[in-house]
């Protein structure tokens, strides 16, 4: 496809599961985002790829959160030992490069419930 | 620390009614700013950016913003709204370092009444 694909759509787990987060970026953008959305809030920040190389994790609340890119493609988030406050929309974005005049795409999320 | 504020939770237009959405940033240097907007279950969709240069920006769908710096606001602004522009609108800020990230506000839900 043409945009930003993010699998699944709805994850439910129960707390102290670990759950994984697929994003599939455009291809060919070398920029790729994570953002958390809350309940009726804006997105934050999570963690930024540039190919392969996460040159910012600030945004990541915990050691539970982990992310990576391998192949400077396709990214995970994994969150370890899921805590009900973990729930929420995770959405990823790509970009053709770091440059503010390149937009994110953005992904239609993945809405994660934790029980 | 930068930060977007964007002072309406939820505002109400009736079709055709003209709308402002307003937003907030505190930012030391030259910002660049963005609007976005969500429908439900959708992932956000660009709808314009300032970067530097004129101050009114024009942006997808009729939307325009205008910039001004000795208030801090980026406020966005459609001269008719439709029925189908009922959505969530967050605007941003890009964050120091030119690393992409974006910091954004805590978002205006928009209804249309017929």
């Known amino acids: 496809g043409a945009g930003v694909s993010q699998s699944p759509r709805y994850k439910v787990a129960k707390r102290g599961q670990d759950v994984a987060l697929r994003c599939d970026p455009i291809?060919?953008?070398?920029?790729l985002f994570w953002y958390q959305q809350a309940l009726g809030q804006g997105p934050e920040f999570l963690t930024y790829?540039?190919?392969?190389?996460?040159?910012?994790k600030s945004g990541l609340p915990s050691d539970r959160f982990f992310a990576e890119r391998p192949e400077g493609s396709v990214s995970t988030l994994k969150i370890q030992r899921t805590q009900q406050e973990d729930s929420a929309v995770y959405l990823c974005?790509?970009?053709?490069?770091?440059?503010?005049?390149?937009?994110?795409?953005f992904g239609d999320g993945t809405r994660l419930s934790i029980l | 620390a930068q930060s977007v504020t964007q002072p309406d939770i939820h505002i109400t237009v009736s079709e055709g009614a003209s709308l402002e959405l307003r937003c907030n940033y505190s930012?030391?240097?030259?910002?660049?700013l963005f609007w976005y907007v969500q429908s439900p279950g959708q992932g956000l969709q660009l709808l314009l950016k300032?970067?530097?240069?004129?101050?009114l920006v024009q942006g997808i769908k009729g939307f325009e913003a205008e910039f001004k710096r000795s208030q801090s606001s980026f406020n966005l602004r459609k001269p008719s709204v439709h029925w189908s522009d009922a959505a969530e609108y967050f605007c941003?800020?890009?964050?120091?370092?030119?690393?992409?990230?974006?910091?954004f506000g805590q978002g205006t839900t928009l209804q249309v009444k017929p």
């Open positions: 974005a790509s970009s053709s490069d770091r440059e503010w005049n390149q937009p994110q795409h």
């Open positions: 291809s060919g953008h070398v920029s």
């Open positions: 790829f540039q190919n392969e190389a996460q040159l910012d």
């Open positions: 930012y030391g240097a030259t910002p660049y």
């Open positions: 300032y970067f530097s240069g004129d101050t």
């Open positions: 941003a800020v890009g964050a120091q370092g030119n690393t992409g990230k974006l910091i």
